[in-house]
Antibody, heavy 121, light 108 residues
Framework: EVQLLESGGGLVQPGGSLRLSCAAS????????MTWVRQAPGKGLEWVSS????????YHADSVKGRFTISRDNSKNTVFLAMDTLRAEDTAVYYC??????????????WGQGTLVTVSS | SYVLTQPPSVSVAPGQTARITCGGN??????VHWYQQKPGQAPVLVVY???DRPSGIPERFSGSNSGNTATLTISRVEAGDEADYYC???????????FGGGTKLTVL
C-alpha cells in the first residue's frame, strides 16, 4: 500500500524558515518523480515544486522560486521542501504527492494527508 | 503562463449527468488530469491523460479533450460525488504544473 506521510509543518513568523519532509513507502521511490502542492484556507490547489526521480531536475512555481527548494534522499525514501523567507501568503496545507509515471504526462496518483504551515506573527 | 478556466459551480440532480469544463488555449495538445477533493480530505486522481481512469475509480467518471476545452463527465451522479473538482496540465513551455481554479459540484 502506497503511503505518503508529511511532517514539519507548524507556526512560523514572517521571514522565517521551515523544512517539510514526506516519507514514502509502498512503492519503488527512486523510480518516480515527486511533487508538493499547497492549498490556502478556503482556496484552490496550487502547485509548488516538483523533482525528478533521480533528483537531477527540479521545478518551482514562480511564487516560490528563490525561496523554496525541493530535494530528495532516495536512500531514505524521503522528499523535502525547504522554505525560506516565508510570507503570510505561504500559509496553507502542504501536500506531498507521487507523480504517476517517470514522465509528467499522467498526473499525481497518490497524495499525503497534508501538513499545515501557518505564517504569522 | 498557461491558464486553465473552470466554472466555479455546477449543480445536478441525482441520477443525471454532470459535465465540468476546463478551458485552455489549444488544450487538446496537452494531457489533462482531473482530481476530486472532498472537504477536509486530500485530492484524489479520477481521470488522467484526458480519459483514462485509475484503478478503483468508477466507470461513471470519464474525460474528453478537444479544441480549447477538456471535459470531465460524471454519469448517474450520486450524493457522494459532491465535491470540488480540479483540472490540471503540465505546461512544457514554462516547465510548470497548472491547476484550474476548481469547480464545486452540488448534488441537488
Amino acid at each position: 500500500e502506497v503511503q505518503l506521510l508529511e511532517s514539519g509543518g507548524g507556526l512560523v513568523q514572517p521571514g522565517g524558515s521551515l523544512r517539510l519532509s514526506c516519507a514514502a513507502s509502498g512503492f519503488s521511490f527512486s523510480r518516480y518523480a515527486m511533487t508538493w502542492v499547497r492549498q490556502a484556507p478556503g482556496k484552490g490547489l496550487e502547485w509548488v515544486s516538483s523533482i525528478s526521480d533521480s533528483g537531477d531536475s527540479t521545478y518551482h512555481a514562480d511564487s516560490v522560486k528563490g525561496r523554496f527548494t525541493i530535494s530528495r534522499d532516495n536512500s531514505k525514501n524521503t522528499v523535502f521542501l525547504a522554505m525560506d523567507t516565508l510570507r503570510a501568503e505561504d500559509t496553507a496545507v502542504y501536500y506531498c504527492a507521487k507523480i504517476k509515471s517517470g514522465s509528467f504526462s499522467f498526473g499525481f496518483d497518490y497524495w499525503g494527508q497534508g501538513t499545515l504551515v501557518t505564517v504569522s506573527s | 503562463s498557461y491558464v486553465l478556466t473552470q466554472p466555479p459551480s455546477v449543480s445536478v440532480a441525482p441520477g443525471q449527468t454532470a459535465r465540468i469544463t476546463c478551458g485552455g488555449n489549444n488544450i487538446r495538445s496537452k494531457s489533462v488530469h482531473w482530481y476530486q477533493q472532498k472537504p477536509g480530505q486530500a485530492p484524489v486522481l479520477v481521470v488522467y491523460a484526458d480519459s483514462d481512469r485509475p484503478s478503483g475509480i468508477p466507470e461513471r467518471f470519464s474525460g474528453s479533450n478537444s479544441g480549447n476545452t477538456a471535459t470531465l463527465t460524471i454519469s448517474r451522479v450520486e450524493a457522494g460525488d459532491e465535491a470540488d473538482y480540479y483540472c490540471q496540465v503540465w505546461d512544457g513551455t514554462s516547465d510548470h504544473w497548472v491547476f484550474g481554479g476548481g469547480t464545486k459540484l452540488t448534488v441537488l
